[in-house]
C-alpha cells in the first residue's frame, strides 16, 4: 500500500475526531447559560424574527385601524341620517299644529311619514332655469313616483317630483318654477291661496281679492293639502310684500324658506291619498 494511502486515512480520521469534539464542545452547558450553538443560532436568526414579527403587528395595525375607520364611517353616516329625519319630524310637528287640534293627532297623522321618507341627494339642476328644477339620486327603485312632495333637510317645502321618474333618478319641480302651484294658507290670518314661481328665487300669492282683509308681511305660509299632493302643514315660506293693483287680486310676494346654496339633501315623501290631512 503506498504511503501517500495511508497518510491520507491518517488525515480523514484526524478531521473526523477533530469534528467530533467540536460537535461534543458545541453541545456542552456552560452552567445555567445556554449553550455555544444556540447562542449562536439565536445570534443569527434574532434580527430575522424581530422583522417577522415587527411586519406582522405593522400589518395587524393597518389592518384593525382600516376597519375602525370604516366603522366610524359607517356610524358616522348612521347618525347623518338620523338627524336628518328627526329635522323633518321636528319640523312637521311644530307646523301641523297650527293645523291640528292636539299633539297626538300631529304624531298620529306624522306615523305614515316616519316609514316611508325617502332621502335623496341633489346631483343636478336645470341647465336651461336654475330655478326650474333639480334632479335627485333616487328613482322608482327607491319607491320614488310622480307627484311626490320634496323637502330640504329642515322641513322646509322644495317641490315635487315630475315625470318621467327613472330608475335611480328622479326630476323635482321647485316651487319657484312659474309653471308650479302649491295651495298654501297664511298661518296667522289663515288667508288660502295659490301659490306660484315668480322671476328669479321668489314666488306670488295668486288669487287674493283686493278686498279681502287680512295678510300681513312677515306671516308665514304653510301647506293646505287641498291639492293633494303636498302634505298640509309643511312650511312654504313667509309674505314679503304686498301691493295693491288694478286688477281685483292683491300681488303678494313670497319668499320660499329653502335655500339654493344649502340645497345638497332632500327628503321625498310619500303621495297624499286623500285631502287635507
Known amino acids: 500500500m503506498p504511503s501517500w494511502w495511508k497518510r491520507s486515512h491518517i488525515l480523514v480520521l484526524a478531521g473526523l475526531v477533530v469534528f467530533h469534539l467540536i460537535l461534543i464542545s458545541i453541545q456542552v452547558p456552560l452552567g445555567s447559560e445556554t449553550k455555544y450553538f444556540e447562542r449562536a443560532v439565536f445570534f443569527v436568526f434574532s434580527p430575522v424574527q424581530k422583522g417577522v414579527v415587527s411586519a406582522f403587528r405593522g400589518v395587524q395595525s393597518v389592518w384593525t385601524n382600516y376597519f375602525d375607520l370604516r366603522r366610524v364611517r359607517e356610524d358616522n353616516q348612521r347618525l347623518k341620517q ?13 307646523d301641523r299644529l297650527l293645523l291640528f287640534r292636539s299633539e297626538a293627532e300631529v304624531r ?17 339642476a336645470d341647465a336651461g332655469n336654475y330655478y326650474r328644477s333639480l334632479i335627485v339620486n333616487k328613482g322608482s327603485l327607491d319607491g320614488v313616483k310622480p307627484d ?19 330608475l335611480n333618478e328622479a326630476m323635482v319641480q321647485l316651487i319657484t318654477d312659474q309653471e308650479s302651484s302649491v295651495s298654501v294658507i297664511s298661518a296667522t290670518d289663515r288667508i288660502v291661496g295659490i301659490m306660484s314661481g315668480k322671476q328669479g328665487t321668489f314666488c306670488v300669492l295668486k288669487y287674493i281679492l283686493s278686498s279681502m282683509r287680512g295678510g300681513q308681511e312677515g306671516e308665514d305660509l304653510i301647506t293646505t293639502g287641498f291639492d293633494k299632493i303636498y302634505p298640509a302643514g309643511i312650511r312654504v315660506g313667509q309674505i314679503l310684500s304686498i301691493r295693491p293693483t288694478p286688477s281685483v287680486f292683491k300681488e303678494i310676494v313670497v319668499k320660499p324658506y329653502f335655500s339654493f346654496s344649502t340645497l345638497d339633501a332632500v327628503a321625498i315623501l310619500p303621495r297624499v291619498s286623500g285631502g287635507a290631512e
Open 108 to 124: 298620529d297623522n306624522l306615523a305614515a311619514f316616519r316609514s316611508s321618507l325617502i332621502a335623496a341627494r341633489v346631483i343636478g
Open 148 to 166: 311626490m312632495a320634496v323637502c330640504d333637510r329642515l322641513g322646509n317645502l322644495v317641490g315635487r317630483t315630475i315625470s318621467p321618474v327613472s
Open 82 to 94: 338620523e338627524l336628518f329625519f328627526l329635522n323633518q319630524e321636528k319640523r312637521f310637528l311644530e
